[in-house]
């Protein structure tokens, strides 16, 4: 059964500090991985894709990167600004079929002005 | 375009009630699923479909049931409330399988 963990489970950083959020899965045999923003009492708001053919993606200050063979990703935000204040989800797509995504519990981001 | 959008947002129910979670999505998608999130747990799938007329159970189906009579619609049921069920309810959907999930804004049951 694939797991997924994310370390660390909380982090706190003073604004425009670069950062890198860590995820890690026990099954290689990824579709894709997806990573994704919930802020509090809100969804889940997609931040990137990377599919299992893919080393990294990259979308304004965020990139993420996959290493299949060693079962990680990692999320980089660079220039923190409170605004990213939120929790980060790690969630892959590991089975034929339903293609569930599988989640991590998240780390939750905070940016101290 | 609205993109994943559920009803209601907020419930509360009394043990042993019934109600229904509404999924609807205007892009077109193929596959659409339940989640709930629940403190310490993460997000799990209840169930699935993988196009109108289809269902399938997911990793914490009992206690409830699902409907996809229209592609866009996916209803998520409780026949007979619990206090376990009270959780944030999330759907999303995918054009196809194995690639990226649009998530709604969630449903927060309380079951007393």
């Known amino acids: 059964k694939q797991e997924v963990t994310q370390i660390p489970a909380a982090l706190s950083v003073p604004e425009g500090e670069n950062l890198v959020l860590n995820c890690s899965f026990t099954?290689?045999?990824?579709?894709?991985l997806q990573w994704f923003r919930q802020d509090p009492g809100k969804g889940l708001t997609s931040l990137l894709l990377?599919?299992?053919?893919?080393r990294e993606q990259t979308s304004g200050r965020l990139n993420a990167s996959l290493d299949k063979s060693s079962g990680r990703s990692t999320l980089y935000i660079a220039a923190s600004q409170p605004g990213d204040s939120a929790t980060y989800l790690c969630?892959?797509?590991?089975?034929?079929?339903?293609?569930?995504?599988?989640f991590g519990k998240g780390t939750k981001l905070s940016v101290i002005p | 375009n609205a993109g994943v959008t559920q009803t209601p947002k907020f419930r509360v129910l009394k043990t042993g009630q019934s109600m229904t979670l509404l999924c609807a999505q205007d892009?077109?998608?193929?596959?659409m699923y339940w989640y709930r999130q629940d403190p310490g747990m993460g997000l799990r799938l209840i169930h699935y479909?993988?196009?109108?007329?289809?269902?399938a159970k997911g990793e914490v189906p009992d206690g409830y049931n699902v409907s996809r009579l229209k592609k866009q619609n996916f209803l998520l049921g409780l026949e007979s409330a619990a206090p376990s069920q009270t959780s944030v309810y999330f759907c999303?959907?995918?054009?196809?399988?194995?690639?990226?999930?649009?998530f709604g804004p969630g449903t927060r049951l309380t079951v007393l």
């Open positions: 969630a892959v797509v590991s089975g034929a079929g339903s293609y569930q995504l599988t």
């Open positions: 990377i599919q299992s053919s893919q």
């Open positions: 999303a959907s995918s054009r196809t399988g194995g690639i990226e999930q649009f």
């Open positions: 479909s993988v196009g109108e007329g289809t269902t």
């Open positions: 892009m077109n998608h193929e596959y």
């Open positions: 099954d290689s045999a990824i579709y894709n």
